[in-house]
C-alpha cells in the first residue's frame, strides 16, 4: 500500500479512536454525577434498564477500540491491509468499510460460512 493512503487511514483510525475515547469520558462521568435517583421504582427500572443498555454499548466499543489499536500497530509495522490468512492485499473498498479488518473479503467469507456450519 502506498504511503498517502495508509496515512489517511492511520488519521481516519485515528481520529476514531479520540471520538470513542472522548464518548467514553463522558459516560463515566454521566453515570457518576448522582442526578439520577429516582424514588418511583418503575422510573428506577427504565433507568437502569437504559443503563445497561449504554453498558453494552460501551462495551461494544471498548473493544472497537482496542481493534483500532491494534490496526494503528500493524499500520507502523508495515502489515496494514495484507490478510492474516493467505497474505493477499485487503481491497481498499473493504479497508474504506471496516479499516480494523485483518481478512480480505475471500477469507472472511470463509470463516463465516465455516461458522455458520459450526452453528456458531
Do not use: W
Not at 469520558?25 to 427500572?45: C, H, L, Q, W
Amino acid at each position: 500500500m502506498n504511503p498517502e493512503r495508509l496515512e489517511y487511514f492511520k488519521k481516519l483510525l485515528e481520529h476514531r479512536l479520540n471520538e470513542l475515547i472522548h464518548s467514553a469520558e463522558g459516560t463515566v462521568s454521566g453515570m457518576t454525577d448522582g442526578k439520577d435517583n429516582y424514588p418511583d421504582p418503575t422510573d428506577r427500572a427504565a433507568m437502569e434498564s437504559d443503563r445497561n443498555f449504554l453498558l453494552r454499548i460501551r462495551d461494544r466499543e471498548r473493544k472497537l477500540i482496542q481493534k483500532i489499536r491494534e490496526a494503528l500497530m500493524r499500520i507502523d509495522e508495515g502489515s496494514f491491509g495484507i490478510c492474516e490468512v493467505c497474505g493477499e492485499d485487503i481491497s481498499d473498498k473493504r479497508l474504506e468499510a471496516r479499516p480494523v479488518t485483518t481478512l480480505c473479503i475471500r477469507c472472511k467469507e470463509k470463516q463465516e460460512s465455516m461458522e455458520k456450519a459450526r452453528g456458531l
